[in-house]
């Protein structure tokens, strides 16, 4: 809207966004001023905000009582893998849907979507006796195949919407230009839409990292997640709110961080590309 | 090399049929141009020939080997697109290199087949840019740098000047039939511009629904063209095609008369009208005229004072009257 | 548009993708399908035999049925509806010009990034806590008396959590739906005279109508299946157990497989109806 605001508008506008920016992100301040104090401010009335006494003590208490390096590398093996995984196995399926077109490929496109729509609950049983056939029950290679094949239709869907905004006339060109079909995806196709492939990316290690049926079901302690790292405090060390923060804070702080510095292809990520 | 036939090629999607058999010889260092209407399957048969679509079926052949089952890596041909299809995240050097890079050619001598090209099409001083950062023309000059390095047996070109601007496209035509004249090679070229055929071909394919109208240089088509199709399509303005009582006397169904081939009288002639519209251009006049047998188009020098409402007489040059047959047909 | 080299090649090239997920699809579900006729208690003496359709009738007659079916609807509905509503608002407000505009998207943003363990809990403790959550420091404050969220308004708890988690979705994408919207359309409407509230209704939210509809289509799907948040927080008592959960408990806690299979073949199949229904709706999006 190329039309001049008032000030006095301007000023109105910005303060009650920004109040309700931040009532909607109290919950996480919160938490994370609350990881710094002590147990017994943590539940003084009235609540402390800002002048306690900072302690770091709470953190060196989480770590102690479990390891939080552990459950930190599992969930980037597993977020981390598998997104890759899954990267690696839609783009060829993305290039064939965005590019050759078929009458079916809506049809797959929407069957593959379906899947997710398959209630995780009800199939819990026989993932645990395949599983333990397998051999992965509590391994990350396990979760990696899971995660990858639940979020496998996003990728999917996200990249082939992506792929559709890049003119068919380009890869044409590279194939008159004698380029083979690995060439075309990997010199051609794939630079052109890093963007996309990026917030890819991101969402889907967002959604793999917070993934929280699968992980806490088929896992115990080799390869559980951060998502069970925080399981552990249900209860009654939920009751210490002072470490349950300092546990909170330091299983959502690595999403947290990543987020905030990839902003722009997030929001775009976030969208699942079905708005632009 | 660089001669391309095609022998009985065909081309359906699903049922329809766009190209009915065809046949048609493109001789070595030809520019040969594919003109008709827009969806007269000109892009389909360049396309066909590129390998970029599958023909149903007949064959392919280029220099005399079947090229009908290869792939368009494979067939030695270079496209430019209509939209010019640079690659965005590349430089225009890098853009131009691709073709040798995939051929898997030496550094040293991509450098120099690049630098030579760029030197050729004004592109030196740009080689380092983005194409997004190019002007029209600028895109137009890679997109052809990057046809020619690979040194191909022909070019196809698909309406390469459609996105430029009127003076732009009169500039490219001209470097583009200078280009053909320096390197000898094929090339094939799409438009639907009557005037780019004529001006840069050697030979005009005139296509209509897939079919082949006529094959010819620009002066046979224009001076004798095959049917009443042909004859409304070549030529700038129209002919003039009528039917009726002048077509019986001259014993056609049709007949077919230029507008520059009209004598233009106040007072007597062959056939009276009255002017609906004058177009002065300066160094000619086009008038529209309103006769008994439709509307005509005359060419006359622009020094003619005439316009709206004013009745004439016209009379046309019997060498150059053109008619045709029931079926649309030239008689000879 | 393309040749039978190509075709081929993008058959060949999706075959991982569409095997891998047909795989994930079948293998399981014919098994439950299977369990689910079968009389099968793994802690006490395994598979039992065949079990006709018993399962099927035990499971819908159980009287936990129906109230997880209705727990289900609440919060799907319930979270759509104030995701949905806020959300359009948010946006609204979001497009307004301000000072600190990207700040502020990050703040509303970054509830998305909590993994739902992590807003259970501490959602469960910190704040809805009648002794020391902050919801009870104010009720105190203001002179009333501190309410069991968990226990008295568990819907109203579990809604809360879920909704705050999924706010900045749907918000996000109303949003980049807003900005896409032709200002002129707007200053036409102003002009032809119509006031704020109609050019809202008529002109914004029509626009929005696909945005609502991936909103929805998203959500539902990851609604549906809720599992960590009702697990941290309510464990299912006070009424708040969803489908979802009740399989789950049959599963895991009852170690009856044939009984949850059952269930989750229920589960399936209401699954799939919402989708059809959703799909339908999607895919005559997909094609404007």
Not at chain 2, 101 to 112: H, N, P, V
Not at chain 2, 221 to 238: E, Q
Not at chain 2, 324 to 331: M, N, P, S, V
Not at chain 3, 150 to 166: G, K, Y
Request: proline share 5%; aromatic share 10%; glycine share 8%.
């Amino acid at each position: 809207m190329a039309r001049s605001i008032t000030t006095k508008r301007k000023t109105i506008n910005t303060a009650f966004a920004w109040a309700v920016g931040l009532l909607i992100f109290f919950p996480i301040l919160w938490t994370i001023l609350t990881s710094f104090k002590t147990e017994a401010d943590a539940i003084a009335f009235p609540p402390k905000f800002l002048f306690f006494d900072w302690t770091l003590e709470n953190y060196a208490v989480v770590q102690e009582r479990s390891d939080y390096m552990r459950f930190l590398w599992n969930s980037i093996i597993i977020a981390g893998g598998s997104t890759l995984l899954g990267i690696i196995i839609a783009i060829p399926a993305a290039w064939s849907m965005a590019f050759v077109p078929s009458r079916r490929t809506k049809d797959i496109l929407m069957w593959m979507l379906s899947t997710k729509m398959l209630p995780a609950v009800g199939v819990l049983y026989p993932m645990y006796l395949i599983f333990i056939k397998l051999g992965w029950l509590d391994t990350r290679i396990g979760l990696v195949i899971v995660l990858m094949l639940i979020n496998l239709p996003i990728i999917i869907w996200m990249l082939y919407t992506y792929f559709k905004e890049i003119p068919g006339e380009i890869l044409e060109a590279a194939r008159m230009d004698g380029a083979s079909l690995k060439s075309e995806i990997l010199y051609v196709l794939t630079p052109m839409a890093v963007p996309g492939i990026a917030s890819t990316i991101l969402l889907n290690v967002i959604l793999a990292w917070n993934e929280a049926f699968w992980t806490l079901n088929l896992t115990a302690a080799n390869a559980a997640p951060l998502t069970a790292f925080i399981a552990s405090y249900s209860s009654p060390e939920g009751l210490f709110y002072a470490k349950l923060s300092a546990a909170s804070t330091m299983a959502i702080a690595p999403i947290l961080i990543m987020g905030w510095f990839s902003q722009k292809q997030l929001v775009r990520g976030l969208t699942f590309g079905a708005v632009k | 090399m660089g001669q391309i036939e095609l022998q009985k090629v065909t081309k359906r999607f699903g049922e329809t049929e766009v190209i009915p058999p065809l046949d048609l010889k493109i001789g070595e260092g030809e520019f040969v141009v594919f003109v008709g209407p827009s969806g007269c399957g000109k892009s389909t048969l360049l396309r066909l020939i590129a390998g970029l679509e599958d023909i149903s079926s007949g064959k392919i052949l280029i220099d005399g080997q079947d090229a009908t089952n290869l792939g368009p890596a494979k067939r030695g041909l270079a496209m430019v697109f209509q939209s010019y299809a640079l690659y965005p995240h590349m430089s225009v050097r890098k853009n131009i290199a691709f073709p040798l890079k995939m051929a898997g050619m030496d550094q040293a001598a991509i450098d120099a087949k690049v630098e030579g090209a760029a030197k050729v099409l004004n592109l030196a001083s740009y080689l380092d840019r983005r194409p997004g950062q190019l002007s029209g023309g600028q895109r137009q000059r890679v997109a052809i740098g990057r046809a020619i390095v690979r040194e191909p047996a022909a070019f196809l070109f698909d309406e390469p000047l459609s996105n430029l601007d009127a003076a732009l496209r009169v500039n490219m035509r001209l470097e583009i039939t200078e280009l053909h004249q320096n390197l000898k090679t094929t090339m094939v070229y799409v438009t639907h511009d009557q005037v780019e055929a004529m001006t840069m071909a050697d030979k005009i394919v005139v296509l209509q629904a897939g079919r082949i109208e006529q094959v010819g240089t620009p002066l046979e088509l224009y001076r004798a063209p095959r049917n009443t199709f042909v004859a409304g399509f070549i030529g700038s303005p129209k002919m003039n095609l009528l039917t009726g009582a002048p077509a019986q006397a001259k014993g056609a169904t049709t007949i077919g008369i230029r507008p520059e081939h009209l004598d233009v009288s106040k007072e007597s002639g062959d056939w009276q009208g009255k002017v609906l519209v004058a177009e002065h251009l300066g160094s000619d006049t086009f008038l529209h005229v309103a006769t008994d047998y439709g509307q005509m188009t005359v060419r006359v020098s622009g020094e003619m004072s005439v316009g709206h409402g004013d009745s004439i007489w016209m009379t046309p040059d019997q060498t150059h009257l053109h008619r045709f047959g029931a079926d649309g047909l030239r008689i000879a | 548009m393309a040749t039978k080299a190509s075709r081929t090649a993008a058959r060949i090239m999706m075959a991982p993708a569409v095997i891998l997920l047909l795989g994930w699809m079948l293998v399981p579900l014919i098994m439950t399908l299977w369990f689910s006729f079968r009389n099968y208690l793994p802690l006490r003496g395994g598979d039992l035999g065949f079990a006709g359709f018993d399962n099927y009738v035990r499971f819908v007659t159980s009287s936990a049925f129906w109230p997880a079916v209705m727990a289900t609807m609440i919060i799907v509905v319930g979270t759509l509806v104030i995701t949905v509503v806020l959300g359009v608002l948010l946006a609204l407000l979001l497009d307004q010009p301000m000072w600190g505009q990207g700040i502020v998207r990050i703040l509303v943003i970054a509830p998305f990034f909590v993994m739902p363990t992590v807003s259970g809990l501490v959602w469960k403790n910190m704040f809805l806590d009648s002794v020391n959550g902050l919801f009870a420091h104010i009720a105190r404050f203001i002179g009333a008396t501190p309410v069991e969220w968990m226990i008295e308004a568990p819907f109203f708890s579990i809604i809360l959590i879920v909704s705050w988690q999924w706010l900045p979705f749907a918000t996000l994408i109303l949003l980049t739906a807003i900005q896409s919207l032709d200002s002129e359309q707007l200053e036409a409407a102003e002009i032809d005279g119509a006031p704020k509230i109609k050019r809202f209704w008529y002109i914004i939210v029509p626009h929005l109508g696909r945005a609502i509809t991936v909103v929805i289509l998203i959500q539902t799907i990851f609604l549906l299946s809720i599992f960590a948040e009702i697990y941290v927080t309510t464990a299912g008592a006070f009424g708040s157990k969803t489908l979802t959960y009740l399989i789950f408990q049959r599963v895991l806690e009852s170690q009856n497989v044939g009984l949850g299979s059952a269930g989750g073949v229920y589960a399936i199949i209401l699954a799939n109806i919402v989708a059809i229904f959703l799909m339908r709706i999607v895919g005559k999006n997909l094609d404007s």
